[in-house]
Each structure stands twice: as C-alpha cells, then as structure tokens.
C-alpha cells in the first residue's frame, strides 16, 4: 500500500509564499507522474501542475509565473512552491502520483489527504 503525507499549508497574507511537499511511502517499484490539485469549496477538484518522472511540468494558466513544481526521487516528494498568492488561492491542496506497485503493474493513482491553504489579510 502506498500513502501519501502532505505538509506546508497555513495561513498567509496576500503576495505571501507557501511551499507545499508531499511524501510518498511503501512498498512500490517506482512514482511516474506526480501532481498538485486544489479544491475550493463549492468547487470541483482542479489540476495545479504535474511533474512527469522525467522531469517536464505542466501548470495551470492560473498558476503560471507564481507556482513551481519539483520533485526529488531519493525522497520520494514532490514540492509546490507557492509565491504572489492571492486569495482565490485559497483551497485544500491535494497531492496525487501514479504509482506502480511492481514492474510488471501498471500506474494507480494514489491521494494525499489535503493540506489547507488559506490566503488573507
């Protein structure tokens, strides 16, 4: 089984910084894409920005310039640093990575739990 602990989020102030990291562990072969999502209330689930296991991003038009998506594979995280927020930035932040349990398994999408952010004066 796999589980993925996100941490970072909190409280800040408008134009404020967060860096979200979200730890993948268990027992697996490897993580192929790995993605950051957020969920406003009301609103449905929506993609921030995916890192592949090669290393191209994605990002969302919203985020462009503001956010950046990393990874480190010896730690198994991937990271979301989070700059110039505003606060329609204010979501729960969910991780997500496909993983494959063993070499001959395809790629299952796992979730974190959620980490809030929350941006505000």
């Known amino acids: 089984q796999v589980q993925l602990v996100e941490s970072g989020g909190g409280l800040v102030q408008p134009g404020g910084s967060l860096r979200l990291s979200c730890t993948a562990s268990?027992?697996?072969?490897?993580?192929?894409?790995m993605a950051w999502y957020r969920q406003a209330p009301g609103k449905q689930r929506e993609l921030v920005a995916s890192?592949?296991?090669?290393?191209?991003?994605n990002y969302a038009d919203f985020v462009k310039g503001r956010f950046t998506i990393s990874r480190d594979d010896v730690k198994n995280t991937v990271y979301l640093q989070m700059n110039s927020l505003k606060p329609e930035d204010t979501a729960a932040y969910y991780c997500?990575?496909?993983?494959?349990?063993?070499?001959?398994?395809?790629?299952?999408?796992?979730w974190g739990q959620g980490t809030q952010v929350t941006v505000s004066s």
């Open positions: 890192v592949t296991s090669g290393g191209s991003t």
């Open positions: 997500n990575a496909a993983v494959r349990a063993r070499t001959w398994t395809p790629p299952k999408d796992y």
């Open positions: 268990g027992n697996f072969f490897r993580i192929n894409a």
